[in-house]
Every structure is written in structure tokens, then in C-alpha cells.
């Protein structure tokens, strides 16, 4: 349940004066969240909200309905909830929802193939600190988890995003993921109507 990488992070700054190139090393621990970690996950997803709140919707969440500490104690409890964690700080800075379930709307959705259950892989409620981002960090938790989707037998990669989300969508398209279409609902039943994006990676065998 433990994964842990070190990757190279760099900085190109560009003022009139002057050009800098800041590298340093980062070392990520992904893991399967715990108890612990659930106030920290809730500062994320709060973070996000306050975020877009001040600077405009993207995944549209909201701060008090979705997602609250009760979706995140859902995936504690079921052992879906997974975390990034920056181990020279100890600071967790991504957090999201790892599982086989796919919600009902994704049968509008035209995915590649028909899979079992088993052979799909889902990301739910997948969020990194404003404060943390343009580190590497989404693009991190994305590749752990991929790793566990082969290392769990798994064919495929799907998860959904507001088709406001245009910073997510351009991440996942970058890392290999295909649109497969738009549904238009309240799948946490918060109370509005959003336009959600499918999206896709088969996964090549290794």
C-alpha cells in the first residue's frame, strides 16, 4: 500500500534582469490514507474551494457540500482513500479516492471497450493543494496511481471532470487519457447541474 519515488523538480524564472534555473530533488510517498490524515485531506479539498471561490470555478466544488469529511471518512472506511505525501516535509499534499466503482452516468460514456469490473480503475475526488501546486505533484499521484492499476491486473484508467476544469483536463490529456463524452447532472446530489467529461487510458500490456 506504500509507494515512494524521487523526481527532479525545476524552476524556470524569466525577470528583465535576469534568467534562473532552480532544481532540486523531491522524494513522494504515495500511500493508502489513515485516520490521521483525514483533517489534512478536508484543508485540501477546502483549500481548492476557497480557491476557485476567489479565482473562478473549475471542479466546482463548495466548501460545506461537496466533498466534506464525510466522503472522506467513506473512503477511509472502505480503504479507497489514497495520499501523496512529501516525505522531506512529512506534509501530505494530494489526496484522492482509488476504487472499482463506477458511477451509473458512466455507462453514457463511450469508453474503448467493455471491462469487468475488476479490469477498471477509477479516480474519485482526486485534489492537490493549491499552495503545492506546479510542483509535480498531480502528475505524481497520477502515476502511482497507474502503477497500481498493473499491479492489480487492471486494463484501464477512468475517471470524470467539470468540463469547467480545463487545467485537469489538459494534465490528463498530457499523461495519455482520451475524452469519452459529457453527461449533465447532480451525481452528489448538491443541488445544481454540472457538465462532466469522461475520460480514458487503456493501459498497454508490460
Given at each position: 500500500?506504500?509507494?515512494?519515488?524521487?523526481?527532479?523538480?525545476?524552476?524556470?524564472?524569466?525577470?528583465?534582469?535576469?534568467?534562473?534555473?532552480?532544481?532540486?530533488?523531491?522524494?513522494?510517498?504515495?500511500?493508502?490514507?489513515?485516520?490521521?490524515?483525514?483533517?489534512?485531506?478536508?484543508?485540501?479539498?477546502?483549500?481548492?474551494?476557497?480557491?476557485?471561490?476567489?479565482?473562478?470555478?473549475?471542479?466546482?466544488?463548495?466548501?460545506?457540500?461537496?466533498p466534506?469529511?464525510?466522503?472522506?471518512?467513506?473512503?477511509?472506511?472502505?480503504g479507497?482513500?489514497y495520499?501523496?505525501?512529501?516525505e522531506?516535509?512529512?506534509?501530505?499534499?494530494?489526496?484522492?479516492?482509488i476504487?472499482?466503482?463506477?458511477?451509473?452516468?458512466?455507462?453514457?460514456f463511450?469508453?474503448?471497450?467493455?471491462?469487468?469490473?475488476?479490469e477498471?480503475?477509477?479516480?474519485?475526488?482526486?485534489?492537490?493543494?493549491?499552495?503545492?501546486?506546479k510542483?509535480?505533484?498531480?502528475?505524481?499521484?497520477?502515476?502511482?496511481?497507474?502503477?497500481?492499476?498493473y499491479?492489480?491486473?487492471?486494463?484501464?484508467?477512468r475517471?470524470?471532470?467539470?468540463?469547467?476544469?480545463?487545467?485537469?483536463?489538459?494534465?490528463y490529456?498530457?499523461?495519455?487519457?482520451?475524452?469519452?463524452?459529457q453527461?449533465?447532472?447532480?451525481?452528489?446530489e448538491?443541488?445544481?447541474t454540472l457538465t462532466?467529461?469522461?475520460l480514458?487510458?487503456?493501459?498497454?500490456?508490460?
Open positions: 500500500d506504500q509507494y515512494k519515488i524521487s523526481t527532479v523538480v525545476v524552476y524556470f524564472c524569466k525577470s528583465i534582469e535576469s534568467q534562473t534555473i532552480f532544481l532540486y530533488n523531491i522524494t513522494m510517498i504515495f500511500r493508502k490514507a489513515t485516520e490521521s490524515d483525514a483533517k489534512r485531506c478536508l484543508g485540501i479539498y477546502d483549500a481548492i474551494s476557497d480557491w476557485e471561490a476567489a479565482n473562478g470555478k473549475q471542479c466546482c466544488w463548495e466548501k460545506g457540500f461537496y466534506t469529511i464525510e466522503t472522506i471518512e467513506a473512503g477511509l472506511s472502505l479507497e482513500l495520499v501523496l505525501e512529501d522531506e516535509t512529512g506534509q501530505v499534499v494530494s489526496c484522492g479516492i476504487n472499482h466503482s463506477q458511477p451509473e452516468f458512466y455507462k453514457l463511450n469508453w474503448a471497450f467493455e471491462a469487468a469490473l475488476s477498471v480503475l477509477v479516480l474519485h475526488t482526486f485534489g492537490v493543494d493549491p499552495a503545492m501546486q510542483k509535480g505533484y498531480g502528475s505524481a499521484f497520477m502515476s502511482f496511481y497507474e502503477k497500481m492499476a499491479d492489480a491486473g487492471c486494463k484501464t484508467l475517471l470524470d471532470t467539470v468540463i469547467s476544469n480545463k487545467k485537469s483536463q489538459a494534465m490529456k498530457k499523461l495519455g487519457f482520451n475524452t469519452t463524452g453527461w449533465e447532472g447532480d451525481p452528489n448538491v443541488g445544481w462532466f467529461i469522461g480514458e487510458k487503456v493501459l498497454l500490456p508490460k
